[in-house]
């Protein structure tokens, strides 16, 4: 899960302080655990940059928060095994793997955002505009091109032929390519080395409008609905006062020069509280596909 990098490192700057693996007694002291599927595609001066910026606006302007730790897992285990520990107190997660691994973990939704790689994305299957009817049952046997980690995307995909009577990607397609980007992954269609890929919808957008011979030889077999591809958790038991200073620290973020540059960096307009109802969709489109295969991806 795209992709999720910019706007998860957007909400580790709203209360970063520092990043030292330190565990803390502190009541004051926040413990922000992500997910190393987090950062697919930032670079590491990206992270500096950002988290130096935002430690100065913090330490100003957040009262009730005393300092930040921070702290990367590999594997959604390992965060829900540290949220069960209470040793972290708000995870960054790409939402399939919230959905997929955390069930039976206390948690509380915390935030979400309306835009950016993180937000609200609808994925695309795009194809050949040259094949003929170029259906997602005429697919089979073609050659598949994803972005390596959007596992939601490729949760649409096989829901998608799932629900068209069809056998999952690995077995429908002929080969499967992985690739960091997915621009990468368009260019493989346009140039011939894959047949159909499976991209954001404001990716397709954005490379048709860069290349607008693109737009006349790639076109959209199917779209998935609006999805959430990143979340913000708190673990139950984080004292309420705690998550009104995380609030208030997001809620003041567009009112300073510094917190707009931020926004502006990772492609934001602002996070915002969340509930599960900012996820039903998401939710629903995961069960679908539960019910259908009766297994994970």
């Known amino acids: 899960m795209v992709q999720i990098a910019r706007t998860c490192l957007l909400l580790l700057c709203l209360v970063s302080a520092g990043t030292a693996r330190v565990w803390s007694s502190d009541p004051h002291w926040v413990r ?121 995307a490729l949760l649409f995909v096989n829901n998608e032929l799932l629900r068209t009577s069809q056998m999952e990607m690995d077995r429908f397609f002929r080969g499967i390519e992985v690739v960091p980007r997915g621009v990468q992954a368009l260019n493989g269609v346009y140039f011939g080395k894959a047949d159909v890929c499976v991209v954001s919808e404001d990716t397709f957008r954005l490379a048709t409008t860069m290349n607008p011979q693109m737009a006349h030889r790639l076109r959209i077999i199917a779209s998935s609905p609006l999805l959430y591809n990143g979340v913000a958790l708190f673990r139950q038991g984080f004292p309420e006062p705690m998550r009104r200073a995380v609030l208030d620290g997001i809620a003041g973020l567009g009112s300073t020069s510094r917190g707009r540059q931020i926004l502006s960096l990772f492609r934001a307009c602002g996070i915002r509280p969340a509930t599960e109802a900012d996820l039903a969709v998401t939710r629903r489109l995961y069960q679908e596909y539960r019910r259908r295969k009766g297994r994970l991806l």
């Open 32 to 152: 922000i655990g992500f997910s190393q599927a987090s950062f697919p595609e930032v670079s590491p001066q990206d992270v500096r940059a950002s988290l130096s910026i935002w430690a100065e606006e913090v330490t100003r302007s957040v009262p009730g928060i005393s300092g930040v730790s921070t702290y990367i897992f590999g594997r959604p285990g390992e965060i829900a095994e540290a949220l069960r520990r209470s040793e972290i107190d708000v995870v960054v997660m790409p939402t399939y793997d919230y959905l997929s691994s955390m069930r039976s973990t206390p948690v509380d939704i915390g935030f979400v955002t309306d835009q950016g790689p993180v937000g609200c994305q609808r994925f695309v299957i795009v194809g050949d505009a040259r094949m003929p009817s170029p259906t997602l049952s005429s697919l089979r046997g073609r050659r598949f091109c994803h972005v390596d980690g959007e596992n939601l």
